[in-house]
């Protein structure tokens, strides 16, 4: 599945925060939310990383911090080995070549106003790209590419159903033919029935023309399928990071535990003998995020040490890190 | 036992500017007490429709019940009037709806709401019915119920909104519980959560419970029975454990193989091919799944299959199946 272990794209301790001013009848405060607080991750070359996480976890900003479309307060991204972090825009106009995004909503990340074809043009016009002829011919091929017909590049978005709209994305994502993608949630706006075709299409673009992928998604069980490796994050933090076969066989971290437990598998008989131990309370707000490990105030092991101690991620071997004081 | 609710050939047109969209077009379906009925399908298939139905929640114009019959214990309440179906509303059948914080009363604070059914339907007084409300939240699982209750609903996080429109819906008892995607706007740990509220619910109370779901995860932690609906019919409706090893509908199987599950290897999904129809303008002499089917053959597009008995109380809508 993987050439090498090469890295494409590494994140050095990414931290992203957040200034809130609330305003009360006399002054204002300031607040800070942690949204992303300290993350060390690489993914390597052709590989697919999942990355999992409730709402609010600070996944979709991992994602735009590592494409330059947010800033990051501190830490580096390094593409291909060199910092990327506070280039110039043109510098990052060019990088934006080799690195693209696949957006959640297919309904408001088109343009309703411009036909498919040129929407998807205007990333190779952007560039300068070869002549109009190639690229109208190139558009077509794109839209063959994902399952849709050359001629549709004259139609408008809304003549288009979600699932197609989602296909028209992604060729718009890969027609500059970029070496890394993020997918943020990419299917959870679709239909059961539709989310499988556009799974099967992303898993077979990402063989067939060596990308690599940050895949974003709150589904356990679409990530799955569709990653090499799985990140699971909570309140801005990396807890447990492991080949995906290995995270679900024999998940380490107790947040990692719950969830996975928590996920509805579909088939009953499974679901009628499986033990829960559900997870009490609710995600605490990154605002005010507890001392120590963020998850100890709704973990059944907590003991002092974990208000006291920050974990750190670490390589329990075999390529499995988990950050808990207790493994 | 006894049918609580029965659903005969139900059929819920709305009538717009390009045509009659038949969102519910013939369905049968019965609940008998303490069962928990799931309703699966994907969006727009009529599944929310048929939850409206039942308690005459169509905003009509454009949408009418065209035919059918609704008997909740032997009582149809499409002949109701008015005030009769109020008498139903929240205090036999009440009804959970997806997106909390959208159903609930931004102005009023959590226990007002609650009390409001309590007043309405139970005759209690205001202070009375309040306290009551304050029981209620504690029995949802919302730690200190009594300062909560006066929350507003932007106070109150998505979990904690649903587990407020829990305390609504369970408030005067009802026999019929309506669950409408309940926990599709919530994380998969609150899910958990809600969905082992709403059994505990169940079981104390003995309460039915229709589910109207697209995930048929849920579905098989939660429900006895299942049917799965398309373009506004039931295509499949059979004991969970026997749908989902011995799935007689092709839709159905589509359905089930193209939700990956994480205890089975498995290297590429399966998918449905095409697209949900417009239900505007289905041909009305063939099936409706034709054009995504695998496996159509002539009588499929020459006939609509009826909804015929192809195992113990198990029905499947093709011409495939053989009894």
């Keep these: ?327 | 036992m006894e049918k609580l609710l029965e659903v005969r050939n139900l059929k819920t047109h709305f009538f717009l500017k390009t045509g009659v969209l038949k969102a519910v077009d013939g369905i049968d379906f019965h609940i008998v007490e303490g069962e928990t009925l799931g309703i699966v399908g994907e969006s727009g298939c009529g599944k929310s429709t048929v939850a409206r139905s039942i308690l005459r929640l169509i905003p009509s114009p454009p949408g009418r019940i065209v035919s059918g019959e609704i008997l909740l214990q032997g009582e149809d309440i499409l002949k109701k009037g008015e005030d009769e179906i109020r008498e139903i509303r929240g205090n036999k059948i009440s009804m959970i709806f997806q997106d909390p914080t959208t159903f609930l009363n931004p102005v009023y604070a959590a226990g007002d709401q609650i009390g409001e059914g309590i007043v309405a339907h139970q005759g209690f007084v205001k202070k009375s019915a309040w306290k009551r409300a304050i029981g209620l939240l504690r029995d949802v699982g919302i730690p200190s119920p009594s300062r909560q209750a006066h929350s507003y609903p932007h106070q109150l996080s998505g979990g904690m909104c649903q587990r407020v429109m829990i305390a609504m819906a369970i408030a005067c008892n009802p026999s019929l519980l309506i669950a409408d995607e309940p926990t599709t706007a919530l994380d998969v740990t609150i899910e958990a959560q809600i969905l082992e509220l709403l059994k505990e619910i169940r079981e104390s109370q003995n309460t039915s419970i229709i589910l109207i779901t697209h995930d048929l995860g849920i579905v098989a932690r939660f429900c006895d029975r299942v049917a799965v609906m398309y373009a506004g019919k039931i295509l499949e409706i059979a004991d969970v454990f026997d749908l989902y090893k011995n799935p007689h509908h092709p839709y159905t199987r589509g359905l089930l193989k193209s939700i990956p599950n994480p205890a089975v290897e498995t290297e590429k999904l399966e998918s449905i091919k095409g697209q949900p129809p417009d239900l505007t303008n289905l041909p009305e002499d063939r099936c409706v799944f034709l054009p995504r089917c695998e496996e159509a053959y002539s009588p499929c597009r020459s006939g609509r299959p009826e909804l015929v008995e192809v195992g113990p109380s198990h029905l499947a809508c093709c011409f495939r199946t053989k009894r």
């Design chain 1, 1 to 327: 599945m993987r050439s090498g272990n090469q890295v494409l794209i590494q994140a050095k301790n990414l931290r992203k925060y957040y200034e809130l001013r609330r305003w009360t009848s006399i002054r204002s405060s300031k607040e800070v939310v942690k949204a992303v607080d300290g993350l060390d991750f690489c993914i390597r070359k052709r590989e697919t990383l999942g990355l999992v996480g409730e709402s609010g976890c600070g996944k979709s900003t991992t994602g735009r911090l590592l494409l330059g479309l947010e800033e990051p307060t501190s830490g580096e991204v390094l593409f291909e080995g060199e910092n990327i972090c506070g280039h110039s825009r043109e510098v990052w106009r060019q990088l934006r070549r080799e690195m693209q995004i696949v957006f959640q909503d297919p309904f408001s990340s088109l343009n309703p106003r411009m036909r498919v074809g040129s929407t998807i043009e205007w990333t190779l016009k952007n560039f300068d790209l070869y002549s109009k002829e190639e690229r109208e011919e190139r558009v077509g091929r794109l839209l063959e590419m994902v399952g849709l017909e050359a001629q549709f590049a004259n139609r408008y978005p809304h003549e288009f159903s979600g699932g197609q709209r989602q296909r028209i994305g992604i060729a718009r994502a890969l027609s500059l033919q970029p070496k890394f993608i993020v997918a943020d949630e990419p299917v959870s706006s679709l239909d059961v029935s539709i989310q499988a075709q556009i799974l099967n299409l992303l898993r077979d673009l990402q063989k067939e023309l060596g990308l690599t992928c940050l895949f974003i998604t709150h589904d356990l069980r679409i990530v799955k399928q569709m990653s090499d490796r799985i990140a699971v994050m909570y309140l801005g933090k990396i807890v447990e990071l492991a080949r995906s076969g290995s995270l679900y066989q024999n998940p380490k971290h107790p947040y990692t535990q719950k969830l996975i437990e928590a996920v509805p598998f579909p088939d009953p008989e499974i679901e009628s003998k499986r033990k829960r131990v559900l997870l009490s309370g609710e995600v605490p707000s990154p605002l005010n995020p507890p001392s120590g490990c963020r998850f100890r105030t709704r973990c059944e092991r907590a003991e002092p040490i974990c208000s006291e101690e920050d974990p750190v991620l670490r390589d329990s071997g075999d390529d499995h890190s988990v950050a808990c004081h207790f493994v």
